[in-house]
């Protein structure tokens, strides 16, 4: 074989290889843990995201990774113990899928590589020293980056409802998630003319008790809260709602799909498939104290006509235009 025909011979073959020889890092089998704050159910479509961008990326479990995972299962108590459990693993990257699991991961380790995904400011938690240059072992996606969600969320509800004037948030106060909500509330609620009255969800067990307290409160439309006690128990707030016959607005499209009414924030999955690029970027010998905190790439309001229906609703044309996906 001729010395060229041999090179081109080598470089066809380079090219097979490349989106499997490009992922190795200093770690021929580099080791990634996640924890989900969700159930392993309730997380499925978020983790297939994140295994999708990652096999995009080059990277195959059991091939030239390895993934750990671990579900909290909605239990913000659990994130400490199972952020522990990840990092004695010596992992090469953690990904933390929540508020809570990034506290627990920044008390657990201050070397290990962390991408994060979280609703609250990472500089004000102490998570980073800035969004732009974070300082220390944590990057990832900051999901209420933009203040004006809350608002958003509240203007729909209005927009879809007019006649709704008063507006019960059901929230986790354990949960940082929701946490960070609460003190957008007010001046939100005040711009477009609506009374808040927030009701503490401590235990999904109790949601009886709570729905009989909304129904005494003359509650006309509910804002429901995103963390992952919520989140992970989805079907149980929709149907609250429902039984209610209140139209409810939620963070995630996964309430609507549900049988909520309205849900409005960013695109759970999309950010799963944002945070595998982190993930590359960090095998790949970045350093996560140089890299900012990113926004979500999407936001998407759905609106689910089945659950309106089911409470005598009429949504105008002129609302549904502005909905990025029906549910009929």
Do not use: C
Request: aromatic share 6%.
């Amino acid at each position: 074989m001729k010395r060229r025909e041999f090179i081109a011979l080598l470089g066809a073959a380079a090219a097979m290889w490349r989106n499997i020889a490009h992922a190795q890092s200093s770690s021929a089998n580099p080791l990634v843990s996640v924890l989900s704050p969700l159930s392993a159910t309730a997380a499925t479509r978020n983790i297939a995201a994140f295994r999708s961008a990652m096999r995009d990326l080059g990277y195959v479990n059991g091939r030239n990774m390895t993934l750990e995972l671990r579900y909290a299962d909605g239990a913000i108590e659990r994130m400490s113990s199972l952020a522990v459990e990840l990092i004695a693993l010596k992992p090469d990257v953690l990904l933390v899928g929540s508020s809570a699991g990034a506290s627990a991961a920044h008390r657990a380790t201050r070397t290990v590589p962390v991408v994060t995904i979280v609703s609250e400011d990472p500089v004000a938690s102490g998570l980073a020293n800035s969004i732009a240059k974070p300082g220390g072992n944590i990057s990832g996606t900051w999901m209420l980056g933009d203040d004006a969600l809350v608002g958003k969320r509240l203007e729909f509800l209005k927009l879809a409802v007019p006649a709704v004037a008063r507006v019960g948030v059901l929230y986790a106060p354990d949960d940082p998630t929701d946490a960070s909500i609460l003190p957008r509330l007010p001046a939100a609620a005040k711009a477009l003319g609506l009374t808040i009255q927030t009701f503490e969800v401590r235990d999904m067990t109790t949601l009886h008790t709570i729905a009989a307290e909304i129904a005494r409160a003359d509650i006309q439309g509910l804002l429901i809260g995103q963390g992952p006690p919520f989140n992970t128990r989805r079907g149980e707030l929709t149907a609250l709602a429902s039984r209610l016959r209140l139209p409810a607005v939620y963070g995630f499209r996964e309430f609507a799909e549900a049988g909520g009414f309205l849900a409005y924030g960013p695109n759970l999955p999309d950010i799963y498939r944002q945070s595998a690029r982190l993930v590359d970027r960090i095998l790949k010998g970045a350093n996560p104290a140089e890299m900012p905190f990113e926004l979500p790439t999407r936001y998407e309001l759905i609106v689910n006509l089945k659950a309106a229906s089911a409470m005598g609703l009429t949504v105008s044309d002129s609302f549904l235009l502005l909905a990025d996906e029906v549910i009929e």
